[in-house]
């Protein structure tokens, strides 16, 4: 395969979230042939069964971008031990109606970022646990629960000296996690 696309779905809708800025920096960190693209979550409706068998043009986007791609990257904070409900309702609208998930089968990555010294690791175990079941083959290690913390980000937006070595052996697990799927 000549150009892998990466469907980057960031669980924070804050303009300036630690998550958005740790896909981007993550991103620069991949070979040429992967192209990252943010997916548009916060545009989706609440869930509703009732919608399944005319959803919104928004979520028939959204379903598209990630059947379009090789690859998920999934970025998200930690809200109350959890996933935010806006990245809940991102999985549940794609995974719907049931049988025609556009999630399945797509190797997937999990990162997160938080100022609490445990990074995100709740909210990626949780994630986890749902991509389990929506059939999405994830990167089990190296495990990143990102500290937030003065550094991790250079002027440029990044990723610091301090985190590169660490984050860049991630990035060459992801790509070849995505490459082994993708044959």
């Not at 779905?9 to 991103?27: E, I, P, Q």
């Not at 399944?52 to 930690?78: C, H, M, N, W, Y």
């Not at 997937?108 to 010294?117: F, K, R, T």
């Not at 991630?170 to 993708?182: C, E, F, L």
């Amino acid at each position: 395969m000549s150009q892998y696309q990466i469907a980057v779905v960031v669980g924070s809708l804050r303009r300036d979230s630690y998550n958005r800025r740790l896909a981007t920096a993550v991103s620069r960190l991949a070979p040429s042939d992967f192209l990252f693209e943010e997916v548009e979550i916060g545009d989706l409706p609440l869930y509703n069964q009732d919608d399944d068998a005319a959803p919104a043009d928004s979520v028939r986007r959204l379903k598209a971008e990630i059947a379009a791609a090789q690859g998920l990257l999934f970025v998200t904070p930690e809200y109350n031990r959890s996933l935010p409900g806006v990245l809940k309702n991102a999985i549940d609208h794609a995974s719907r109606p049931y049988g025609q998930s556009a999630w399945a089968g797509k190797p997937a990555g999990v990162l997160g970022a938080s100022v609490g010294a445990i990074g995100t690791a709740m909210a990626q175990q949780h994630l986890r646990n749902i991509l389990a079941y929506l059939d999405v083959p994830t990167l089990g290690q190296p495990e990143a629960f990102i500290h937030a913390k003065e550094g991790l980000f250079d002027e440029a937006g990044n990723i610091g000296e301090g985190s590169r070595k660490f984050l860049q052996s991630w990035v060459d697990r992801y790509v070849a996690w995505v490459k082994k799927h993708n044959d």
